[in-house]
C-alpha cells in the first residue's frame, strides 16, 4: 500500500481527554454583547484555561486540532448568559459572571458603550461538571461549565451532580435493591436473575 494522500494530517481517534470536572483557573478571550433567538438581550463569554491551570490552554488547542473550513471557538468554552430572567430582571447568572470577575480581578464591572471589551484577558473561576446532552437523536454526558466562580474558590470547589435533561436521572442510577440486597421486584411480576 501507498501512503495515502492527507496522511500526516489526519486525526488520530479515541484520544480525547475532557475537561476535568471541578474547579478551573480561566482567561477570558471575548465577551459579545448580542440578542438570543427569541431577541432577548445576552453575552456571550469565549474562555480558556489559564497558563495556572491543571490544564492550561484546552480550548485553543481545541481550536486549533479544529480542521473545519468554519471552525469555531469550542462548544465546552462558551456560555451564553441572558441578561434578565423572566421577570425582567437580572439574570443570576449574569450577576454570578459580573461577581466572580470583579471578585478574581479586584475591580468593578464598568457599564455602557465599553462594557464587553473589558473582560478580554481577565481571569477569572469555573467549575466543570457533567451535563447530559442530545444531538442528533443520541444522548451523552459532557464536561461543561456549570457555573461562574471567583479564583480564590477554584482549588476547593465541589464538583457538582450531573445534571440531566429535564431533571431526569438515567436508569442506571436507578437504585432497585432493599438494604437486605435482594432487589425490589414490582407487585405482580416475577424477576428470575438466572436463565
Known amino acids: 500500500m501507498q501512503r ?24 477570558i478571550k471575548q465577551v459579545v454583547e448580542t440578542q438570543s433567538k427569541t431577541g432577548k438581550s445576552m453575552i456571550v463569554v469565549l474562555f480558556d484555561f489559564a497558563p495556572d491551570d491543571v490544564q492550561p490552554g484546552f480550548f485553543a488547542d481545541e481550536f486549533a486540532k479544529d480542521i473545519r473550513p468554519e471552525k469555531k471557538w469550542p462548544h465546552a ?20 459572571f459580573i461577581t466572580s470577575f470583579e471578585s478574581s480581578n479586584n475591580c468593578e464591572a464598568l457599564w455602557g458603550d465599553k462594557f464587553a471589551a473589558q473582560f478580554k484577558g481577565k481571569k477569572i473561576g469555573g467549575v466543570f461538571g457533567e451535563v447530559e446532552n442530545e444531538y442528533n437523536g443520541k444522548i451523552s454526558m459532557r464536561h461543561e461549565l456549570r457555573w461562574f466562580c471567583s479564583l480564590d474558590r477554584v482549588d476547593g470547589a465541589t464538583v457538582p451532580d450531573p445534571k440531566y435533561l429535564n431533571g431526569s436521572t438515567p436508569a442506571t442510577n436507578v437504585n432497585n435493591s432493599n438494604n437486605d440486597g435482594f432487589m425490589k421486584v414490582p407487585a405482580g411480576q416475577e424477576e428470575i436473575p438466572w436463565g
Do not use: R
Open 77 to 96: 468554552g462558551t456560555a451564553y448568559i441572558l441578561s434578565e430572567d423572566q421577570d425582567g430582571k437580572c439574570s443570576k447568572k449574569l450577576k454570578s
Open 4 to 27: 495515502p494522500n492527507g496522511y500526516d494530517e489526519v486525526k488520530v481517534g479515541g484520544g480525547y481527554i475532557p475537561p476535568q470536572v471541578g474547579g478551573h483557573k480561566m482567561t
